[in-house]
């Protein structure tokens, strides 16, 4: 698999526990990162089409979103796909082998 952008990788973590809307990922990122990425809903909505497109997310359909009187029908909702789910574990596991190196390189502190 190919690595996968910043912002990417940050929308499938938003969405690894719970299906969110756009807002609610945007919002996600922003509190997990302590508001050091802040997505913008160009950037948002760019990345998540891309996501659409190579099958790590999917638009939940009406069926499956929130009750009524929860929801605002203006939102789109999307979930992690199990290859969603497959991209981001791989993506961490290339983060876990480039920290690695930078360890053995002394330009990370050991976690020992």
Not at 18 to 28: E, L, S
Not at 38 to 60: C, D, N
Not at 78 to 98: D, F, H, Q, S, W
């Amino acid at each position: 698999m190919q690595p996968l952008s910043p912002q990417a990788f940050h929308i499938l973590v938003a969405l690894a526990e719970r299906d969110q809307h756009g807002y609610g990922i945007m919002q996600d990122v922003a509190e997990r990162t302590g508001g050091k990425l802040r997505l913008s809903a160009g950037t948002l909505y760019g990345s998540v089409k891309r996501l659409l497109e190579e099958g790590l997310i999917v638009e939940l359909r009406d069926s499956q979103r929130p009750k009524k009187a929860l929801d605002d029908e203006r939102r789109r909702y999307y979930r992690l796909t199990p290859l969603g789910r497959k991209a981001a574990i791989c993506e961490v596991n290339r983060m876990a082998e480039l920290l690695q190196q930078a360890r053995e390189h002394g330009l990370a502190a050991n976690s020992n």
